[in-house]
């Protein structure tokens, strides 16, 4: 099967619309969490501008190892409540940063990462892990994005078995 990354058009709501329903028939009929999630961070990479990072953190024995992403090689393990993603994994809440240098204990991961967005992943009542955004750009992400990327994310966690 080869999968092409169509063209985003209309508003920035309209663009996340259809960036979910590519997402959808991506990962529909697949449950593994390692192919989803790389296939996920892949389109989203591709799909929207201004990114140097996109991918995924998941909880394993109390902390964050990083999954599949694409950009710069990143941090492997990041403490729960540490830095944006385990502030976002601790609190359950999405984090939109829009100078990370303003952010308390934010872990740079790549030294143009300047905003970051990351949408906790939540599973059965648990945080199961984060999908986490970088740009080189200052406050690039709004709540148009955390809006269509906690959709994103709950496509991915839908797919989830375990
Ligand atoms: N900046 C993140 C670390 C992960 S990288 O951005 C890929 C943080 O503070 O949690």
Redesign the pocket.
Same mark, same amino acid.
């Given at each position: 099967m080869s999968f092409d990354i169509t063209e985003l058009s209309g508003d920035r709501s309209e663009q996340y619309r259809q960036l979910r329903e590519q997402a959808e028939s991506l990962l529909a009929g697949e449950t593994d969490r390692v192919a989803n999630s790389a296939n996920l961070a892949a389109l989203i990479f591709h799909a929207l501008p201004d990114l140097n990072?996109a991918?995924f953190?998941f909880t394993r024995g109390g902390e964050l190892v990083?999954g599949p992403?694409q950009?710069k090689p *990143?941090?492997v393990r990041?403490a729960w409540g540490?830095?944006?993603?385990?502030?976002?994994a601790a609190t359950g809440e999405t984090q939109v940063v829009a100078d990370?240098h303003a952010?308390p204990?934010?872990? *740079?991961? &790549?030294a143009d990462?300047r905003s970051?967005i990351?949408v906790p992943l939540r599973h059965g009542g648990a945080v199961v892990g984060v999908l &986490?955004l &970088?740009s080189p750009k200052p406050g690039r992400f709004d709540e148009v994005d955390r809006a269509g990327l906690e959709g994103l994310a709950a496509v991915f966690v839908e797919t989830l078995s375990d």
């Amino acid at each position: 099967m080869s999968f092409d990354i169509t063209e985003l058009s209309g508003d920035r709501s309209e663009q996340y619309r259809q960036l979910r329903e590519q997402a959808e028939s991506l990962l529909a009929g697949e449950t593994d969490r390692v192919a989803n999630s790389a296939n996920l961070a892949a389109l989203i990479f591709h799909a929207l501008p201004d990114l140097n990072w996109a991918g995924f953190y998941f909880t394993r024995g109390g902390e964050l190892v990083v999954g599949p992403f694409q950009g710069k090689p *990143a941090c492997v393990r990041i403490a729960w409540g540490r830095g944006v993603c385990g502030t976002a994994a601790a609190t359950g809440e999405t984090q939109v940063v829009a100078d990370v240098h303003a952010f308390p204990g934010h872990i *740079a991961c &790549d030294a143009d990462s300047r905003s970051e967005i990351v949408v906790p992943l939540r599973h059965g009542g648990a945080v199961v892990g984060v999908l &986490d955004l &970088d740009s080189p750009k200052p406050g690039r992400f709004d709540e148009v994005d955390r809006a269509g990327l906690e959709g994103l994310a709950a496509v991915f966690v839908e797919t989830l078995s375990d």
